[in-house]
């Protein structure tokens, strides 16, 4: 009968070792789960913040290209405006008879061609600030 008892307080050792045993392997496997989890939580975390940081440089970025966009415009206005009253001004002059070598009408006409090529390169100024603004546009939507 001691036999058995020995045989029994044996198997019931192992029964209790394995048991302790797989809690112990069961306890670190959750204890490596949830440090891996904790760090991929902090690198979603991180993520997320250089998200929204990239998102509010970008806002920024559109907003000063906008207000250059509207500063542009507002000044190509203006020279349009200067460009007409410098027309109208030109033609309220009388002809120049007493100019018999030509000298004036031949610097009118350069005049002429010099205000034809700045309203051209404003022009030229107002549709790149607008293309500049439709890519910022465009970048900002591919950040959110």
């Known amino acids: 009968m001691a036999q058995k008892l020995q045989i029994l307080a044996i198997i019931a050792a192992f029964l209790v070792g394995f048991a302790t045993g797989g809690g112990l392997v069961k306890f670190f496997w959750q204890r ?3 440090a891996e989890i ?9 993520a997320l913040e250089n998200a929204e940081q990239q998102k509010k440089q970008a806002a920024e970025i559109q907003s000063d290209l906008l207000a250059r966009l509207a500063t542009a415009d507002s ?8 460009i007409e009253r410098l027309r109208e001004q030109l033609r309220a002059m009388p002809s120049t008879a007493s100019d018999t070598s030509g000298t004036c009408q031949k610097r009118l006409a350069q005049c002429r061609n010099f205000l034809a090529e700045g309203i051209e390169l404003s022009n030229e100024g107002r549709e790149l ?6 890519k910022k546009d465009g970048l900002a939507k591919l950040a959110q």
Do not use: H
């Open 32 to 34: 490596e789960n949830l």
């Open 38 to 46: 904790t760090a991929l939580q902090e690198q979603t975390k991180q």
């Open 75 to 82: 000044s190509n206005r203006g020279r349009l405006r200067d």
């Open 129 to 134: 600030a607008e293309r500049i603004a439709i």
